[in-house]
């Protein structure tokens, strides 16, 4: 499971809205006061991120929890969003190539993988669908902070 802190900010019945602050390494890096990203976090500041679960642990806003979500979930959604797309646009780039021949490989290779970073796009939009009513894709409350 992996666990991330979150603050309350609201709850109706049983649905809570949480905040979570997104973390950076930048403060404890000995590089931060000539690293880019460290100056892009300065810039732009630390974002927070709402979500809203659902919880059956009584709680109230300003309560600090601790929130959950299944490993395997998590890198199974990971590889969807940010591999496979780049595994079938390259498909489809040497797919493409091979059937051109060696009049026009590049071109073929290009349209290729075009069409192949499509449809990869295409798929991680219809797993986004089904997972937003899968559970194993949810993060949950797993405890009250001490």
């Known amino acids: 499971m992996i666990e ?6 609201s709850v109706l019945n049983k649905q809570v809205s949480v905040e ?25 500041g630390q974002r927070k991120q709402r979500y809203s679960l ?12 601790i929130i959950g ?3 395997n979930a998590y890198l199974r959604g990971s590889f969807m969003v940010y591999s496979l797309p780049l595994i079938v646009m390259l498909l489809g780039a ?8 060696n009049q026009s490989g590049e071109f073929a290779s290009i349209i290729g993988a075009a ?12 797993f986004g669908r089904r997972v937003l009513s899968d559970s194993r ?10």
């Open 4 to 9: 991330e802190q979150a603050m309350v900010v």
């Open 20 to 44: 979570i602050q997104r973390k950076s390494t930048c403060s404890s890096c000995s590089a931060k006061s000539s690293c880019g990203t460290s100056l892009l976090e300065r810039l732009f």
């Open 54 to 65: 659902t919880s059956d642990i009584d709680l109230k806003a300003g309560d600090a929890i």
């Open 69 to 71: 979500m299944d490993e």
């Open 94 to 101: 040497i797919t493409a190539e091979s059937f051109a021949g």
């Open 115 to 126: 069409i192949g970073f499509a449809v990869g796009m295409l798929v991680v939009n219809r």
């Open 137 to 146: 894709y949810q993060p949950v409350v797993l405890r009250r902070c001490l």
